[in-house]
Nanobody, 116 residues
Framework: QVQLVESGGGLVQPGGSLRLSCAAS????????MGWYRQAPGKQRELVARITSSGRTNYADSVKGRFTISRDNAKNTVDLQMNSLKPEDTAVYYC??????????WGQGTQVTVSS
């Protein structure tokens, strides 16, 4: 079991930046992978970025070159640096921790709104 708590969401203008942070209730060293999903109103939840225990990353095509995921095993945190934000990035962002093959644990979500 692991509890995940997100922080860092908010309102930002197009072209701006935000940094989301996910704090885990226990060590993430042995967790296979952690990542971020998002869900916009009326849309399905989608994977934004994922990082494995070895540091391998993958990103949704829509955020490549703009978002960076990082993992700090010492602090039990996973961050998502979001740059050059667009209105279409507006969504609730969820932190997730993978079990063997699927994300088994979720945070409560944090709202990101990109608007002028």
């Amino acid at each position: 079991q692991v509890q995940l708590v997100e922080s860092g969401g908010g309102l930002v203008q197009p072209g701006g930046s935000l940094r989301l942070s996910c704090a885990a209730s226990r060590s993430i060293f042995s967790i296979n992978a952690m990542g971020w999903y998002r869900q916009a109103p009326g849309k399905q939840r989608e994977l934004v970025a994922r990082i494995t225990s070895s540091g391998r990353t993958n990103y949704a095509d829509s955020v490549k070159g703009r978002f960076t995921i990082s993992r700090d095993n010492a602090k039990n945190t996973v961050d998502l640096q979001m740059n050059s934000l667009k209105p279409e990035d507006t969504a609730v962002y969820y932190c997730a921790a993978w079990g063997a093959t699927t994300p088994d644990y979720w945070g409560q979500g944090t709202q990101v709104t990109v608007s002028s």
